[in-house]
Nanobody
Framework: QVQLRESGGGSVEAGGSLKLSCVAS?????????MGWFRQAPGKEREWVAS????????LYTDSVKGRFTISQDNAKNTMYLQMNSLKPEDTAMYYC???????????????????WGQGTQVTVSS
């Protein structure tokens, strides 16, 4: 079992920045894990935002956040981050950290692949 805990959400004006953190309760060993960020706006489906494998640095991003969001990780702290810059009102959502643990391959964009989820942290961007 793995527990994931997000933090760092808040309210900012458009153009502002926030940095989300996701702390895992243990280290990913062996095959590692695929860590991801998802978000869900009111009345909408939960959508994939970004992913990165704990054993490499080849991040993936959805098109709408490319160039604005950066995913990173500190494996010594079992922590993943999402630096969000140039925020837009349409980025407003509950942001969730998720993990495919352990990682056996597959499409990291598919939310049903993720077997561990955090409780979420709210991000609100005002115009």
């Amino acid at each position: 079992q793995v527990q994931l805990r997000e933090s760092g959400g808040g309210s900012v004006e458009a153009g502002g920045s926030l940095k989300l953190s996701c702390v895992a309760s243990k280290s990913a060993t062996g095959r590692g894990s695929m860590m991801g960020w998802f978000r869900q706006a009111p009345g909408k489906e939960r959508e994939w935002v970004a992913s990165v494998h704990t054993g490499s640095y080849h991040p993936l991003y959805t098109d709408s956040v490319k160039g604005r969001f950066t995913i990173s990780q500190d494996n010594a702290k079992n922590t993943m981050y999402l630096q969000m810059n140039s925020l837009k009102p349409e980025d407003t959502a509950m942001y969730y950290c998720a993990a495919v643990w352990p990682w056996y391959g597959g499409n990291p964009l598919q939310k049903n692949l993720y077997n561990y989820w955090g409780q979420g942290t709210q991000v609100t961007v005002s115009s």
